[in-house]
């Protein structure tokens, strides 16, 4: 890090760790009863308690001090404004303003960029609708009852993960997804699929990913071959979603079937464009527009909320404070929301594709971690599984623990015993069991002296490990749209702070490049010989066991 005064920061925090890590969390709640109050965050209909971590007020204090002394303010702004943050690839980060429904500019290059957003997101919410209630008919005039969403990375993992989340607002339309060029994906959907009501939307910012291209190839023959070839048939079954309109058009679709966006919108972070349309599909324009202002509410709490109560940024720094000083590799997410199933999947790609980077904005290889490996699934099924190493493990895990209060099953028995569950855990987590208390059980339980003795220290719990609590009410299009822009905004800070371009993945480029050698050494004859002894051995192998 170039900023000195920076560096004195991040040396008192590693000295601050050495002196609060004797303590226990246990032991810090005995002693603040108003730490809960101290350190929550109300904001609309979300409730972030971050009481459950390693902190006091001095870690707090140096945290926001870092933050400081990392240009962060002036860093939003120029997220916000425009500038072209994301430089290695010479563009601008503007995601905010799809969601920017205040009516006011967005200046880029001089131009406001609201009127074509505006333009381009009325017509994929006309033609989603359109879709919804049965206007547009397929080439034999039926109406359409299933969209293919066919793509991968940010083009997949955010619009099906709303839809799942969105789930209960769903309409008759089905949505479904394609994605992984394994041929069982698109086969296993086709299967069920008819041509005559289905429709295909290739969401592909670059239209050149090799896996989309692949599957949206297969699509395009299975419909053909059905259709007698009839390329204008075609037509009003396929639309695309890119900003390459040239591939677009060379691919057959048809000119007001080409939904649009710019290169100031990341894969990653592309949802909110007309990425989003298989999402417009399945819960209606209205909801997909109330979820632009979920995000857009959430976007001016983190451009005009001073840090100390800023959501994201507060997140960025507890993450910060475990990856860099006490060596926390990974950081579990835990959606105690059966509809948020797909949602860790969703934040690994924002966050390891934007913070797994090792070089800083000056060129220079850090000498400090950055992002950590994302990784969890549900509560409660994943009590089942992984949270014996969380609670008894060696690895200091952080996690955040999201749920909604409301029961949208009307089962409220049911979810009582989910929320009893997701209390329990970050309370366990946190407290832990002493040798003293388990000792007192098992007495109580009226066992003898040498099996206790023997049984102890397995079923002692440290505790002190941390939790973030997220609540919400109910996961309407509006909170989700909130929750989704959090972590967007979390990831850039930290970001900021490691001094890194979250925006940008080079890291995905070498694997994609040799990928096409050995696509092309399958159809060469004989030994391959051009790679290293393993890499050649096995794609001989391949080439000579296949059937
Ligand atoms: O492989 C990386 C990546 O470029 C992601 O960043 C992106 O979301 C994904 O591929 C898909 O790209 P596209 O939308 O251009 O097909």
Same mark, same amino acid.
């Given at each position: 890090? @170039?900023?000195?005064?920076?560096?004195?920061?991040?040396?008192?925090?590693?000295?601050? @760790?050495? @002196?609060?890590?004797?303590?226990?969390?246990?032991?810090?709640?005995?002693?603040?009863?108003?730490?809960?109050?101290?350190?929550?965050?109300?904001?609309?209909?979300?409730?972030?308690?971050?009481?459950?971590?390693? !902190?006091?007020?001095?870690?707090?204090?140096?945290?926001?001090?870092?933050?400081?002394?990392?240009?962060?303010?002036?860093?939003?702004?120029?997220?916000? %404004?425009?500038? @072209?943050?994301?430089?290695?690839?010479?563009?601008?980060?503007?995601? %905010?303003?799809?969601?920017?429904?205040?009516?006011?500019?967005?200046?880029?290059?001089?131009?406001?960029?609201?009127?074509?957003?505006?333009?381009?997101?009325?017509?994929?919410?006309?033609?989603?609708?359109?879709?919804?209630?049965?206007?547009?008919?397929?080439?034999?005039?039926?109406? !359409?009852?299933?969209?293919?969403?066919?793509?991968?990375?940010?083009?997949?993992?955010?619009?099906?993960?709303?839809?799942?989340?969105?789930?209960?607002?769903?309409?008759?339309?089905?949505?479904?997804?394609?994605?992984?060029?394994?041929?069982?994906? /698109?086969?296993?959907?086709?299967?069920?699929?008819?041509?005559?009501?289905?429709?295909?939307?290739?969401?592909?910012?670059?239209?050149?990913?090799?896996?989309?291209?692949?599957?949206?190839?297969?699509?395009?023959?299975?419909?053909?071959?059905?259709?007698?070839?009839?390329?204008?048939?075609?037509?009003?079954?396929?639309?695309?979603?890119?900003?390459? /309109?040239?591939?677009? /058009?060379?691919?057959?679709?048809?000119?007001?079937?080409?939904?649009?966006?710019?290169?100031?919108?990341?894969?990653?972070?592309?949802?909110?464009?007309?990425?989003?349309?298989?999402?417009?599909?399945?819960?209606?324009?209205?909801?997909?527009?109330?979820?632009?202002?979920?995000?857009?509410?959430?976007?001016?709490?983190?451009?005009?909320?001073?840090?100390?109560?800023?959501?994201?940024?507060?997140?960025?720094?507890?993450?910060?404070?475990?990856?860099?000083?006490?060596?926390?590799?990974?950081?579990?997410?835990?959606?105690?929301?059966?509809?948020?199933?797909?949602?860790?999947?969703?934040?690994?790609?924002?966050?390891?594709?934007?913070?797994?980077?090792? !070089?800083?904005?000056?060129?220079?290889?850090?000498?400090?971690?950055?992002?950590?490996? $994302?990784?969890?699934?549900?509560? %409660?099924?994943?009590?089942?599984?992984?949270?014996?190493? /969380?609670?008894?493990?060696?690895?200091? $895990?952080?996690?955040?623990?999201?749920?909604?209060?409301?029961?949208?099953?009307?089962?409220?028995?049911?979810?009582?015993?989910?929320?009893?569950?997701?209390?329990?855990?970050?309370?366990?987590?946190?407290?832990?069991?002493?040798?003293?208390?388990?000792?007192?059980?098992?007495?109580?339980?009226?066992?003898?002296?040498?099996?206790?003795?023997?049984?102890?220290?397995?079923?002692?719990?440290?505790?002190?490990?941390?939790?973030?609590?997220?609540?919400?009410?109910?996961? %309407?299009?509006?909170?989700?749209?909130?929750?989704?822009?959090?972590?967007?905004?979390?990831?850039?800070?930290?970001?900021?702070?490691?001094?890194?371009?979250?925006?940008?993945?080079?890291?995905?480029?070498?694997?994609?490049?040799?990928?096409?050698?050995?696509?092309?050494?399958?159809?060469?004859?004989?030994?391959?010989?051009?790679?290293?002894?393993?890499?050649?051995?096995? !794609?001989?192998?391949?080439?000579?066991?296949?059937?």
């Amino acid at each position: 890090m @170039k900023n000195s005064l920076k560096n004195e920061i991040w040396k008192e925090l590693s000295e601050h @760790k050495n @002196k609060i890590e004797i303590r226990s969390m246990r032991d810090m709640f005995a002693a603040e009863s108003e730490r809960f109050e101290k350190y929550s965050i109300f904001f609309e209909d979300l409730l972030l308690d971050y009481s459950k971590n390693l !902190i006091n007020d001095k870690t707090l204090g140096l945290l926001i001090n870092l933050a400081k002394h990392s240009d962060l303010k002036e860093n939003i702004e120029a997220m916000f %404004t425009g500038e @072209k943050i994301n430089f290695t690839e010479k563009r601008a980060v503007l995601h %905010t303003a799809l969601r920017n429904l205040s009516g006011n500019s967005v200046s880029f290059e001089g131009k406001d960029v609201m009127p074509d957003i505006k333009i381009e997101l009325d017509k994929a919410m006309e033609f989603a609708d359109s879709l919804r209630n049965g206007i547009h008919k397929g080439f034999t005039g039926k109406a !359409i009852t299933d969209v293919v969403n066919i793509g991968i990375g940010g083009s997949h993992l955010g619009p099906e993960m709303v839809c799942t989340a969105l789930a209960p607002y769903t309409g008759d339309v089905k949505v479904h997804f394609v994605s992984n060029v394994d041929p069982t994906d /698109i086969n296993d959907k086709l299967k069920s699929l008819n041509p005559e009501t289905t429709l295909f939307l290739i969401a592909s910012k670059t239209f050149t990913t090799q896996e989309t291209m692949a599957n949206a190839e297969k699509s395009r023959q299975w419909f053909l071959s059905y259709s007698d070839n009839d390329e204008a048939a075609l037509a009003k079954h396929f639309a695309a979603l890119s900003t390459n /309109i040239e591939a677009c /058009i060379k691919f057959g679709i048809a000119n007001d079937r080409i939904f649009g966006f710019w290169d100031w919108v990341g894969g990653r972070y592309s949802l909110w464009s007309v990425i989003g349309l298989s999402i417009a599909v399945s819960i209606g324009s209205d909801n997909f527009l109330k979820m632009l202002d979920g995000a857009n509410k959430m976007d001016e709490h983190f451009r005009h909320t001073p840090f100390e109560q800023n959501i994201p940024v507060i997140l960025a720094l507890l993450g910060i404070w475990y990856a860099n000083f006490w060596q926390a590799s990974t950081y579990a997410i835990i959606p105690y929301d059966q509809n948020l199933l797909k949602f860790t999947e969703f934040l690994q790609q924002l966050d390891m594709e934007s913070n797994g980077k090792r !070089i800083t904005k000056n060129g220079s290889i850090v000498d400090y971690t950055t992002g950590p490996v $994302i990784w969890g699934t549900i509560g %409660t099924n994943s009590q089942h599984s992984f949270f014996q190493l /969380i609670h008894q493990g060696t690895q200091l $895990i952080p996690a955040d623990f999201i749920a909604g209060t409301d029961c949208r099953s009307g089962d409220k028995s049911q979810h009582d015993i989910l929320m009893s569950n997701f209390f329990a855990q970050t309370e366990a987590l946190m407290k832990g069991k002493t040798e003293d208390e388990v000792r007192d059980e098992l007495e109580a339980a009226g066992m003898n002296n040498q099996d206790i003795e023997s049984l102890l220290p397995h079923k002692i719990f440290p505790g002190n490990k941390p939790t973030n609590t997220i609540l919400y009410q109910s996961l %309407t299009p509006e909170t989700l749209g909130m929750l989704i822009a959090m972590y967007e905004h979390k990831v850039f800070v930290q970001g900021i702070i490691w001094e890194l371009n979250s925006f940008d993945q080079w890291g995905v480029e070498l694997g994609k490049q040799l990928a096409k050698g050995i696509l092309e050494d399958f159809a060469k004859s004989g030994e391959i010989t051009g790679h290293d002894s393993s890499t050649n051995a096995l !794609i001989n192998y391949y080439k000579s066991s296949k059937s």
